[in-house]
């Protein structure tokens, strides 16, 4: 099977007598049990049919053996993060998204367990490395500013140190990039973007080749009660059939955005993977199989910036990427404000940075939305 065949051909409904075309929403939260023999499912927050089929087709997507759905991708981080004992450290990169950095920083110092961040796409990595952490966690390419880790790389130095990789692929989706067959140890997922795809869900997945982790993660996702409920389920493995043909056309419309921006002379510098001078463009290219559809950029101003997003049209301003539907943020507000702002600062992160993400929307209505708000911005500063 090509790989965009796999996304639609799944088995929809274990077991189910009906033999229904599509997976059905088993709503229930216990099921009757025989008295006699163990049964498959007998109380949803431990295991629930739909929640299931999503995980299987998960796990198989990410070429792993197990995969465990959570009420959202920063339950589904904070799972990965229970594979750490106290007293044990946990590396992370630099650049990550908010809201684990929030966890990592202040969960779980209060659970005993260190945290150090380093460009894991440098050789600052090593060093840190040889403290032996017991966890890695690294995205590539990071959000928002595109930073390339060389996985198969890494995954050999962690592999020496005996250290967990887990990679948070909610960027690429296992139809750009697959981990495990990099040598990392455990995926994660916000599965509220690319996955799902609609904006309508938040879940996260857990995925390994490792039964022992997997078992874990299974362990904590029934102890702790964050699983993701049946109707999310459903609406992530109904939404997941579409992701080939929705990422081929985010990201044709992005490279032409990326295209666009770079040329305009009122845009600064261009943060964007496919672009040939993106410093981790062969890394990437050869470790996934496109830049995506995420892009940002400076433009030098604060108000520019704020007065650029608010003159698009077609992209809302909203967190959150990867939906059908173009959204524009200014991460340093929005998705990366619980990132302290000295913290910022001191990372050079730039307060004017401009984040967008490609809908399925015409890419030709896509691009024209861009140059006018880029327009009207330049119009509105000097006016
Ligand atoms: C959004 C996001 C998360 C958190 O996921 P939620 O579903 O919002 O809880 C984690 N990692 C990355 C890279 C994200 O973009």
Redesign the pocket.
């Known amino acids: 099977m090509r790989s965009d065949t796999e996304w639609l051909h799944f088995e929809p409904a274990p077991g189910d007598p009906h033999r229904p075309s599509a997976t059905p929403i088993y709503q229930t939260a216990t099921f009757r049990v025989g008295l006699e023999a163990p049964c498959e499912f007998d109380y949803t927050r431990s295991g629930n049919p739909t929640r299931r089929v999503a995980e299987e087709q998960l796990a198989r997507l990410e070429r792993g053996r197990r995969a465990a759905l959570f009420a ?4 589904a ?1 904070d799972a990965l993060t229970s594979l750490v004992d106290p007293g044990g450290e946990v590396l992370a990169s630099a650049d990550l ?1 908010g ?2 950095y929030r966890l990592l920083t202040e969960v779980l110092p209060r659970r005993g367990i260190s945290v150090a961040f380093a460009d894991t796409s440098g050789p600052e990595v090593e060093r840190l490395l040889d403290r032996r952490p017991q966890l890695v966690l690294v ?1 590539t390419p990071t ?1 928002p500013f595109l930073r390339v880790t060389d996985l198969a790389r890494l995954a050999d130095l962690c592999r020496a140190r005996g250290s967990l990789l887990a990679v ?1 692929n ?2 690429m989706s296992p139809y750009l990039q697959r981990p495990l067959e990099l040598g990392a140890d455990v995926v994660v997922h ?4 690319f996955l799902s795809g609609h904006a309508d869900v ?3 997945v857990v995925v390994t080749d490792n039964e022992e982790l997997g078992e874990r993660v299974a362990f904590h996702q029934n102890a702790c009660g964050a699983g993701l409920n049946p109707f999310e389920a459903f609406l992530l493995v109904r939404g997941m059939k579409t992701l080939p043909l929705r990422l081929e056309r985010q990201q044709q419309t992005a490279a032409r955005v990326a295209a666009a921006l770079r040329s305009h002379p009122r845009v600064g510098r261009v943060y964007y993977p496919g672009l040939d001078d993106h410093p981790g463009r062969d890394v990437h290219l050869r470790q996934a199989r496109g830049a995506g559809s995420v892009l940002a950029f400076e433009t030098g101003s604060v108000a520019f910036s704020r007065s650029f997003a608010g003159n698009l049209e077609l992209f809302s301003a909203t967190v ?2 990867g939906s059908v539907g173009s959204t524009v943020s200014l991460p340093s507000r929005m998705s990366h404000s619980s990132i302290p702002a000295d913290v910022r600062r001191e990372r050079l992160f730039p307060e004017d940075l401009v984040r967008l993400s490609m809908g399925i929307e015409d890419p030709e209505d896509l691009v024209e939305d861009v140059l006018r708000a880029i327009d009207r911005a330049t119009a509105s500063s000097s006016g």
């Open positions: 959202s991708g920063m339950a981080v998204y809201g684990t995205e959000n948070d909610s960027l916000s599965a509220t973007k938040t879940a996260g959150s990427f």
